[in-house]
């Protein structure tokens, strides 16, 4: 069984930073594939970015240059720096986790708010 736990959102203004933090309790996190994605009101959960068990790492087009994903696989922790952040960034923000042996299948964490008012 997999627990995801997220930390590390609020309200910042346009312009500032954050960093995420996503908790992993379970086993074997280095196999998993972490994901973290956002939904804003109104509209569909979107993937922001992903990294593999051996640090691979992609973007959303709409945060590259922006946040960055990475993974401390010997704390059980992922983290989303995310740098310049606008208006459009507010949403809620999923921890999510895939295993190499069921890859469509995720486990979720419950969300953390991140609010940037206009």
């Known amino acids: 069984q997999v627990e995801l736990s997220e930390s590390g959102g609020g309200l910042v203004q346009a312009g500032g930073s954050l960093r995420l933090s996503c908790a992993f309790l379970?086993?074997?996190?280095?196999?998993?594939?972490m994901h973290w994605f956002r939904q804003a009101p109104g509209k569909p959960r979107e993937l922001v970015a992903v990294?593999?068990?051996?640090?691979?790492?992609n973007y959303a087009d709409s945060v590259k240059g922006r946040f960055t994903i990475s993974r401390d696989n010997a704390g059980n922790v992922v983290y989303l720096q995310m740098n310049s952040l606008n208006p459009e960034d507010t949403a809620t923000y999923y921890c999510?986790?895939?295993?190499?042996?069921?890859?469509?299948?995720?486990?979720w964490g419950q969300g953390t708010q991140v609010t940037v008012p206009s």
């Open positions: 999510a986790a895939s295993s190499i042996g069921a890859p469509d299948y995720y486990y």
């Open positions: 379970g086993r074997t996190f280095s196999t998993y594939v």
């Open positions: 990294i593999t068990s051996g640090g691979s790492s």
